[in-house]
C-alpha cells in the first residue's frame, strides 16, 4: 500500500478523514472503509504502472506520439 490511516490523517486531517469514512454515523474513524479505499488506490496504481513498464504483457503496445517520430 501506498500510504497507512497515520498518512491520511497527517494529509487530510483527522475530521477530513472520519466524515470520509463515518458511514455508520459512530463518530469515529472508520479503519476497514479507509483500508478498502487506499487498496483501491493502489490496485489502481499498481495496474497502471504494469501498463507502463510492461506494456506487452498487459496487451497493449506503447507507441511514441506521432511528433515524436
Known amino acids: 500500500m501506498y500510504a497507512r490511516l ?3 490523517v497527517l494529509r ?3 475530521q477530513e478523514v472520519r466524515i470520509l469514512t ?3 454515523n ?3 474513524i472508520d ?3 479507509l483500508a478498502g479505499g487506499l487498496q483501491a488506490a493502489a490496485d489502481e ?3 497502471y504502472i504494469r ?3 510492461y506494456p506487452a504483457a498487459a496487451g497493449s ?7 515524436c517520430l
Do not use: S
Open 6 to 8: 497515520e498518512d491520511m
Open 45 to 47: 496504481i499498481n495496474g
Open 26 to 28: 459512530t463518530g469515529e
Open 12 to 14: 487530510f486531517g483527522e
Open 22 to 24: 463515518d458511514r455508520d
Open 31 to 33: 479503519a476497514t472503509a
Open 61 to 67: 503496445v506503447l507507441r511514441p506520439a506521432r511528433h
Open 51 to 53: 501498463r507502463v513498464l
